[in-house]
């Protein structure tokens, strides 16, 4: 590394701290708190990410409360302590205890709470709006007690709702006591909350069925994927293809967590169905709970055409997203309404027409009927996504048309700029009264476009 370079950097990490310092007392600051975070590949982190720089730059002083990396297993220690233009990462030691098994996040989940607990009070005094993800899923319990013990206002982010997850997935019975006490305290968090945000509308009622006072303080506010990093790219000029020798086929790509809410077997039976047809490759990218039952099931089954890649480093996913012909977004029949699946909007972005399985009145299927952008198949019509499969690889001005449909789409409702808009609004309705934002009391003249925060 050149010496010049590396000064440089240690100048400009140098004067972000400086400038933390002598602002972290007088700035209006927004602390986050999610246990993944990049260069930890769960998608809730990157989003998180994207937020929160969009926020620094806007002029809102963000402090990022999170772990090191642990959610896909063994991976290499980030820095405990970054500071950037306005936001400051800190990073508590993760515990990586069954990291694969409900078991094992369930307790590592519960020692990042303490951990990030023990830090919350430390900054009591200091006044804060805390966000608080739903990863772990103790978190908005968390976020409750520290503010009955201090009073420290909170907005809540909910990914997944538990316990329902476990109860639909045959973890826990409904009636027992670990069920009726979470939902008890649930219901404490999410009634003591400034607002909720969920990712879908189903999601927000049934919390809403759940408490119904919290009703009025619930925000649907999508995901999102960021269309200038993620566009169309032909296969003749993605470096992605042409390592993994695609050029030539229909690729059915499904990409990220392999978690027990979604619907992989009806993938696999419909590749199955289409084994020794010419041209069709299925490619199933990322990990999670169902990766290596899936891997065996395809080795049962015999599937040639069925490949699987581990987790990719985010800046290959703008080239692997857009290697596919056709992307599979599923939902087990059991989840509808407790998860919301993110990984939707990358597709969006690159422009590929969307199979969607899911139960029938799910919110994903309405999503992709009404803009043209895909088609619904229900859990288990291995069948039916077969033959769409056959139909789209018959008929590429068909695909193209779904395709423009599925990148207008995210044009429209799930920008970066949108989503964060929406989230900047939110965060100004609860800052605290009289604290100025970090570009207010730096005095700096504030770049075109940059909004304005109370």
């Not at 515990?95 to 519960?110: C, D, E, H, K, T």
């Not at 599937?303 to 987790?311: A, E, N, T, Y």
Request: with cysteine.
């Amino acid at each position: 590394m050149p010496a010049s370079g590396f000064l440089a950097r240690f100048w400009q990490r140098w004067r972000h701290w400086l400038r933390w310092r002598r602002n972290r007392s007088g700035a209006a600051r927004l602390t986050v708190v999610s246990q993944f975070f990049p260069p930890d590949y769960a998608a809730t982190g990157q989003l998180l990410d994207e937020l929160t720089a969009r926020l620094a730059t806007g002029g809102l002083q963000v402090q990022v409360l999170t772990g090191m990396p642990a959610y896909a297993g063994e991976q290499q220690p980030a820095r405990s302590l970054e500071f950037e233009l306005n936001r400051c990462i800190r990073r508590t030691r993760a515990s990586r205890l069954w990291p694969r098994r409900i078991r094992g996040r369930a307790v590592n989940g519960f020692i990042f709470c303490l951990r990030i607990g023990l830090r919350l009070l430390r900054y009591a005094h200091r006044g804060d709006l805390i966000l608080y993800s739903s990863e772990p899923p103790y978190l908005p319990v968390l976020a409750w007690l520290v503010h009955q013990l201090t009073g420290t206002p909170y907005l809540l982010i909910v990914y997944d709702l538990y316990p329902e997850v476990l109860i639909e997935l045959g973890v826990l019975p409904a009636d027992h006591w670990l069920c009726r006490l979470w939902r008890q305290l649930n219901r404490r968090a999410f009634a003591a909350a400034a607002e909720v945000v969920v990712l879908s509308r189903p999601m927000a009622d049934r919390i809403a069925a759940q408490v119904p006072a919290v009703a009025p303080r619930l925000q649907v506010i999508p995901s999102w994927a960021d269309p200038e990093r993620i566009q169309p790219i032909p296969k003749a000029e993605n470096w992605f293809v042409r390592q993994h020798g695609l050029e030539h086929a229909f690729t059915v790509l499904y990409s990220g967590n392999q978690g027990r809410c979604h619907d992989l077997v009806t993938l696999l039976a419909a590749a199955a169905i289409l084994q020794g047809e010419a041209g069709i490759q299925f490619l199933i990218v990322g990990g999670g709970p169902q990766h290596e039952r899936l891997r065996h099931l395809a080795r049962e089954l015999n599937l040639r055409h069925c490949r699987f890649l581990p987790w990719q480093d985010p800046s290959v996913l703008p080239f692997s997203l857009a290697a596919a012909d056709l992307a599979v977004v599923s939902v087990a029949i059991q989840a509808e309404g407790l998860v919301a699946p993110s990984k939707l909007y990358g597709h969006l972005a690159a422009g590929t027409p969307i199979a969607a399985v899911t139960p029938a009145g799910s919110d994903l299927r309405a999503l992709v009927e009404e803009n043209g952008c895909g088609r619904w198949f229900a859990n288990g019509d291995a069948v039916g996504l077969a033959d769409w499969i056959r139909q789209l690889q018959a008929d590429p001005a068909l695909a193209a048309r779904h395709g423009a449909a599925a990148r207008k789409l995210l044009l429209a409702t799930a920008t970066p700029e949108r989503v964060t808009a929406a989230y900047r609004e939110l965060v100004e309705r609860h800052l605290p009264v009289g604290m100025k934002t970090s570009t207010e009391l730096a005095g700096m003249r504030k770049p075109a476009g940059a909004p304005t925060l109370r």
